[in-house]
């Protein structure tokens, strides 16, 4: 059974860095992988998408320059880099896992390519 689990958010200012992380377990398999976000008030929202060997990423046009998506497949982790912090960017973070079509036949960006979802992780962000 895949299980994954969203670690490190937590409340920053404007300006600063956080990386969260996406912990897989429950399987040897590397799959194609998204983050999404969600803050109160607002639809979930697309951030970034990596492939599973990390040589295709995509990111949503509102985190491009400022996020960096990774993913280190030893350790079966995904990594979300994000770097000059807005209040916007406040919101519940979740990584997901696509394994079923490696984006052969679905949208990176659309979260029904999605079938299996982490808890989430809270990112705060004050001025």
Same mark, same amino acid.
């Given at each position: +059974?895949?299980?994954?689990? $969203?670690? @490190? @958010?937590?409340?920053?200012?404007? @300006? ?7 912990? #897989? ?17 607002? $639809?979930? $929202?697309?951030v970034?998408? !990596?492939?599973?060997? @990390?040589?295709? !990423?995509?990111?949503a046009?509102? #985190?491009?320059?400022?996020?960096? !998506? /990774? ?16 209040? $916007?960017?406040?919101? #519940?973070?979740?990584?997901? #896992? ?7 036949? /679905? ?8 079938? !299996?979802?982490? +808890? ?8």
């Amino acid at each position: +059974q895949v299980q994954l689990v $969203e670690s @490190g @958010g937590g409340l920053v200012q404007t @300006g600063d860095s956080l990386r969260l992380s996406c912990s #897989v377990s429950g399987t040897f398999s590397r799959y194609a992988m998204a983050w999404f976000r969600q803050a109160p008030g607002k $639809e979930r $929202e697309f951030v970034a998408a !990596i492939s599973r060997s @990390g040589d295709s !990423i995509r990111y949503a046009e509102s #985190v491009k320059g400022r996020f960096t !998506i /990774s993913r280190d497949n030893v350790k079966n982790t995904v990594y979300l880099r994000m770097d000059s912090l807005k209040r $916007e960017d406040a919101a #519940v973070y979740y990584c997901a #896992v696509d394994s079923r079509t490696n984006w052969g036949s /679905s949208a990176y960006d659309t979260g029904t390519t999605y079938d !299996i979802w982490g +808890q989430g992780t809270q990112v705060t962000v004050s001025s």
